[in-house]
């Protein structure tokens, strides 16, 4: 008869934790839990320690949902990010993106994922009537739906698109179709089809 593995109760219970990660099952928590006991002092005391941190400190920010040590965020609170412009990402790590990019230099609004009936998130479930009070701010001229170009991703665009109907705002929409670098035999007919509809005048 099969019997599970046991490493002790500690161990267990980190190998356990880090099974939960994003990208990590049972086989990729047991490796990263060796590496991090190998590496004590090197990588696991010093890891413990910046979480610890994070936990004390990093919260989210009540204007615009990025994490931050700071409330509101630094990037709400810099007078030098574009005030005309609010983007819509679903998650933090989608605002991080596209800091990550440089090319937006507006304000962000996260609103913590997406409608979903199969999962039974609703409007009430998300970040969105926060957001139709910050698109009704006189200094917000454009509102960039920003969401995944999924299912889910676009029904939330289309609800949010027509909360906004009432706001003295313009609605924009993150562009979609072919990749910088992209080559047409290798794309998904989706992202091809995207591409066409969006086209422009060359």
């Not at 990660?21 to 010093?46: E, N, T």
Request: proline share 5%.
């Amino acid at each position: 008869m099969y019997r599970k593995a046991s490493y002790g109760s500690e161990l267990d219970q980190l190998i356990h934790l880090l099974s939960k990660l994003p990208g990590f099952g049972p086989r990729s928590a047991r490796r990263a839990a060796l590496q991090l006991i190998k590496r004590k002092d090197s990588v696991m005391r010093p890891l413990a320690t910046a979480l610890a941190e994070v936990a004390e400190h990093v919260n989210p920010c009540t204007r615009c949902g990025n994490l931050d040590t700071v409330d509101p965020c630094h990037i709400c609170d810099n007078p030098r990010r574009d005030m005309s412009t609010l983007c819509v990402v679903e998650d933090v790590g989608d605002l991080w993106a596209l800091e990550r990019a440089g090319a937006y230099r507006g304000r962000y609004h996260v609103i913590g994922g997406t409608l979903s009936a199969l999962d039974g998130v609703g409007p009430d479930d998300l970040n969105i009537m926060p957001l139709i009070a910050r698109a009704r701010d006189s200094q917000i001229t454009e509102v960039i739906i920003a969401t995944n170009a999924t299912v889910d991703g676009q029904t939330t665009a289309h609800y949010i698109t027509d909360r906004l109907k009432d706001c003295d705002v313009a609605v924009t929409r993150l562009a979609h179709g072919v990749p910088v670098g992209g080559e047409l035999d290798y794309l998904d007919d989706g992202t091809l089809t995207a591409a066409l509809k969006s086209r422009r005048p060359f």
